[in-house]
């Protein structure tokens, strides 16, 4: 069972200026991905604000996330670059807080908005017996009797022991409807997934 929830969320962007803080439905996007984590709490995880780590280089965005049960943690800005990858922003934060590699890890990226807690807590479930990791997939080409995935970036679990060798395998995996799978990344991306957000909340 993982045993932390980490949420990276830097400042720069390449297409989309200061994401992880604009505006979605009224609140700032990193609001929602907070509240994903948060909810587990309802399934007895992640109980402590020590389990919920916000990482980032964003003063702004890290005082904005210290007004919630979460642990904000600054982010040399070395670690915030477009080529960055999110595997040493884990490293990162392991060593900040003096962790072995050991453990599994949840990673909630903000850019997914529209993954609903059920979706994590199955995720969870499904590596509950073993220790490898997963990631959550999305359809999408069908051809020829044939369905071919992709990730998503909604939710992976980790397990920190395979970052000593490289890049996490990813044994496990999760099928998210197209709906809830939008990574926000563009002006599109951004509009679409508020539209689909708002047909969710109103429950159309």
């Known amino acids: 069972m993982a045993e932390l929830v980490i949420i990276p969320a830097r400042k720069g962007s390449k297409r989309l200026k200061h994401k992880n803080m604009r505006a979605f439905c009224g609140k700032p996007l990193i609001y929602w991905t907070i509240q994903h984590a948060l909810g587990l709490r309802e399934f007895g995880l992640f109980r402590s604000k020590e389990e919920i780590v916000v990482t980032s280089d964003w003063d702004m965005l890290l005082e904005y996330v210290s007004g919630f ?6 982010r040399n800005e070395r670690l915030a670059e477009d080529d960055t990858s999110v595997y040493d922003v884990i490293k990162d934060v392991l060593k900040q807080r003096n962790m072995k590699y050991d453990t ?3 990673l909630l990226q903000p850019t997914s908005p529209l993954r609903v807690i059920s979706d994590i807590s199955e995720c969870l479930d499904i590596v509950s017996d073993s220790c490898e990791s997963l990631c ?3 359809e999408y080409n069908r051809a020829g009797g044939h369905i071919r995935y992709k990730r998503n970036g909604a939710i ?8 000593k060798k490289g890049t996490p ?7 998210m409807p197209q709906e809830r799978s939008i990574d926000i990344n563009s002006e599109k991306d951004f509009k679409d997934a508020e539209d689909i957000f708002s047909e969710l909340q109103s429950g159309e």
């Open 136 to 138: 959550s997939l999305v």
């Open 156 to 163: 992976y679990i980790i397990e920190t022991q395979e970052l």
């Open 69 to 74: 049960p979460v642990t904000a943690m600054k």
């Open 104 to 106: 599994s890890i949840l």
């Open 169 to 175: 395998e990813y044994k496990r995996a999760y099928i």
